[in-house]
């Protein structure tokens, strides 16, 4: 990895549902845990909103990592949102990984409402994940009008 | 009025909240170069009064058709500045919110990045706001009844204050009575209240009520639905005994073959029941049950002859053949008030309860000193297990009475090595009210309590504490770190942190005031009804403070400790609480159901179904539609039962079927504004 090297400070497309990681994260605003600010939310409200064309755009537009949250297993607002969504996850991740995209830069976690502590882990987490493979430059970027 | 947009940005400072970290004034350069933007301001609290008129009057000065305020979550503010909207005649989902608080200015410290990022959040939200669209707010009607899950004192009160106000109650327990853990206790502290006294009378108005239906043994088994139209089905589990027919008499119990061989749960254990049974004399409905795991003829198919129980009924009650019966109703709102359990003191194995006799849970001593528990309210130590082999004619020796009591607090409360790191806000409290009765019904017990911190906050909390050390209880600050036994005492090892000293107290009989966790069965509301958990395990109320009795789903309630540990004033505070909220739509007859529900686009559905397959609501069905004079199925969606949650828009292959207000074509804009370096 030739990009790699400390000053890189990668640029992450968060997608959170509404009920339980969109809250967890705002617990932790609440709660003034400290983490990254490489991380930006999009909310929706469920999980299973994300198409993974949504992960391809971000990658696209020049987002660095992606991360999926929702609630845990079993907790899902909508009954099964977050299984649809680990399923395409999983999918989505063999494909990318075909594509030649480092499996670091898409991730998924479950944060609950009351993790606020646990959202500020998963950020270094992926954070971290991104820094360790570098700026994301394999996919042309490309601005378009919407 | 879809129109070409004209975007107002409202960027708030929140006192020093947002512009002490974000520089506001620099957001607000920003946004003003964004496409669209018409206005862009900054104020000190956008939620306030001159806040909200900012926004109102701009919509009129510069005939503004979308809106975006940079402030908080809109998980606190949207429905506020929705309002705002409205009164200033656009349609309230023309708003979007960029959350620059929760998400920004709380969690990032260094004040570049932090404007950098909150830029980036709110041009996200301008470049959605653009794309946004005007939707239909439905009203449906809320069919007036309310489903109240748990019997307890924080069940009863809120069935009696619904059923009072004249809606319909559906008041649903698991267990063969009504009246939940209050109806174990003796005495309530700090009044000296006697519990059965103040509890029982409403459990008889439970079941008397005309507008309150009553199922005990019974259990919720599905809910579908939403607020206002839920529909459940109820098991009712079988007695084996006609309801009808049984007067209480007892006849039945006395006659069991296994009568005094069953631990009775109500009892905690200390008395003795027998497969056909009442939990207490006071037990509402006043209608014994078999059990059937350890009645004879249910669990062995054979109970001597014939079941004693059978011949003793007079009013032949009892019918073997009787079958759990599903019952199913629709109700309009939900209260949840499943109660506790109590910590389970054989996780703390250094306090050896399970292996001496005398080592008890405060919940078992409570039971010991209630005049209708096992003892009469004798306290006596206690022979567990041991059958009394009694010889014809020979007098049963009179059980000891204990000579000292020693009472450990915090046993599962406050203790991080078992998982609990709350307090449970009842323990130091019970734990007074029972050193006093011990000394009130055994005067020249010697009386000591080990403790952390004593926390004697409420009313007449302070002063109840300070009564009991007059009274001679002696407080050792100090957590026992063993108990074991020497000759016929117990001994209590622990160090007196105030003194600094190590010691070995002699007892007789060892309480541990146990402290209050969530139901072990918690999990089966959990996936009956989507709740949340907080950290503690307990249920999660919609907000820690404004909120304290909603859940995140609208039309559901919480009332009790199932929502986290209180006492039975709180309790009841709470429950009257949930009992006005769940009243709120009943009493308005109607309510607003999600607009953000999901559309199809007929003339590019291929009728593929995998949108039908993926609803968990069944929202969605294929009909068959005229294309230029071709028949073709398309999905079509009942707005009534979509939620919004968007799992079709994920699955649908060429984008036909969207979700409003999280269309593709308002979220990829998102992802490019914050995609941008």
């Not at chain 2, 160090?495 to 146990?514: F, G, K, Q």
């Not at chain 2, 199809?600 to 397959?613: D, K, L, S």
């Not at chain 2, 398309?634 to 207000?661: D, T, W, Y």
């Amino acid at each position: 990895m030739a990009e790699k090297n400390s000053d890189f400070e990668p640029n992450i497309v968060a997608f959170l549902c509404n009920w339980c990681s969109y809250a967890g994260a705002d617990l932790a605003g609440t709660s003034r845990i400290q983490y990254p600010p490489n991380v930006r939310v999009i909310r929706v409200m469920c999980s299973g909103r994300v198409n993974p064309l949504f992960v391809m755009n971000a990658l696209q537009q020049g987002a660095d990592g992606v991360l999926i949250s929702g609630c845990h297993p079993g907790d899902c607002h909508y009954m099964q949102g977050n299984y649809y969504a680990r399923r395409r996850f999983m999918l989505m991740r063999n494909f990318l990984e075909y594509l030649g995209v480092e499996p670091e830069r898409v991730r998924m976690s479950w944060v609950s409402a009351s993790e606020g502590a646990k959202w500020k882990e998963v950020i270094e987490e992926v954070v971290n994940g991104v820094k360790s493979v570098g700026p994301m430059n394999k996919f042309q970027r490309r601005q378009l009008n919407w | 009025m879809n129109g070409k947009p004209k975007i107002g940005v409202y960027v708030c400072h929140c006192g020093t909240n947002i512009a002490g970290v974000v520089n506001v004034e620099e957001v607000v350069q920003f946004a003003s170069t964004l496409p669209d933007v018409v206005v862009a301001r900054n104020y000190s609290y956008m939620c306030s009064d001159p806040g909200q008129a900012l926004i109102t009057d701009d919509i009129e000065k510069f005939g503004l058709n979308r809106v975006v305020v940079a402030s908080c979550s809109p998980r606190m503010h949207e429905p506020t500045f929705r309002k705002t909207l409205l009164s200033g005649g656009l349609n309230p989902y023309f708003l979007e919110m960029a959350n620059i608080r929760e998400q920004c200015s709380w969690v990032h410290e260094d004040p570049i990045a932090a404007t950098e990022k909150a830029k980036r959040i709110v041009e996200a939200a301008v470049v959605k706001a653009r794309r946004l669209e005007a939707l239909d707010v439905k009203e449906v009607d809320v069919e007036p009844a309310c489903l109240i899950i748990g019997a307890g004192i924080a069940g009863i009160q809120a069935a009696l204050d619904i059923a009072d106000a004249g809606f319909k109650v559906y008041l649903v327990e698991k267990s063969p009575t009504v009246g939940g853990h209050m109806a174990q206790l003796d005495k309530t502290f700090p009044t000296l209240d006697c519990s059965a006294c103040i509890l029982t009378p409403k459990m008889v108005d439970v079941a008397n009520h005309p507008n309150i239906e009553l199922m005990t043994y019974s259990q919720v088994e599905e809910i579908s639905g939403y607020i206002g139209n839920f529909e459940v089905k109820v098991r009712k589990k079988s007695r084996f005994v006609d309801m009808d027919k049984c007067t209480g008499c007892g006849a039945c119990a006395e006659v069991c073959r296994m009568a005094g061989r069953i631990p009775n749960e109500f009892d905690e254990g200390i008395g003795m029941r027998g497969a056909i049974y009442l939990p207490f004399p006071q037990a509402v409905p006043a209608k014994y049950t078999i059990d059937k795991e350890n009645c004879l003829f249910l669990s062995k198919g054979k109970c001597g002859e014939s079941p004693k129980c059978k011949e003793a009924c007079q009013a032949d009650a009892i019918n073997f053949d009787l079958q759990d019966e599903i019952v199913e109703f629709k109700v309009g709102t939900i209260i949840v008030a499943t109660g506790y359990d109590v910590f389970d003191a054989r996780k703390k194995p250094e306090y050896a309860y399970g292996v001496y006799d005398n080592v008890l849970t405060a919940l078992e001593f409570e039971r010991l000193v209630n005049a209708s528990g096992p003892t009469g309210g004798k306290i006596v130590m206690l022979e567990r297990g041991k059958k009394k082999k009694k010889k014809e004619g020979e007098e049963a020796e009179a059980p000891r009475v204990p000579k000292s009591i020693t009472f450990i607090q915090c046993v599962g409360s406050r203790d991080k090595s078992v998982g609990n790191e709350y307090c449970s806000r009842v323990c130091c409290m019970y734990t007074a009210k029972l050193a006093h009765l011990a000394k009130d019904k055994i005067p020249d017990c010697e009386v000591t309590i080990f403790y952390m911190d004593v926390r004697a906050f409420g009313k007449g909390f302070e002063e109840f504490y300070d009564r009991v050390r007059r009274e001679g209880v002696r407080y050792i600050r100090g957590n026992p770190s063993e108990i074991f036994r020497r000759g016929d005492k117990l001994v209590v090892k622990a160090e007196d942190t105030l003194t600094a000293t190590p010691l070995e107290h002699e007892t007789d009989m060892v309480v541990l005031s146990v402290g209050l966790v969530p139901r072990s069965d918690n999990r089966e509301i959990i996936d009956l009804l989507k709740l949340s958990q907080s950290s503690d395990l307990f249920y999660l109320e919609a907000h820690p403070k404004l909120r304290p009795v909603d859940t995140a789903s609208d039309g559901i309630f919480l009332a009790g400790v199932c929502q986290g540990p209180k006492d039975i004033p709180d309790a009841v505070a709470q429950a009257k609480g949930a009992a006005s909220a769940a009243m709120i739509p009943m009493a308005s007859g109607k309510v607003k159901v999600e607009a953000q529900t999901s559309v199809v686009n007929e003339a590019t559905c291929r009728g593929c179904g995998f949108c039908v397959a993926v609803c968990p609501y069944t929202a969605i069905e294929l009909v068959e539609v005229n294309r230029n004079g071709w028949p073709v199925k398309v999905a079509r969606v009942n707005e009534a039962l979509c939620k919004g949650c968007g799992a079709c828009a994920a699955a649908c292959l060429s984008g036909s079927i969207q979700q409003r207000s999280f269309k593709d074509i308002q979220i990829l804009p998102q992802i490019q504004a914050l995609g941008v370096k």
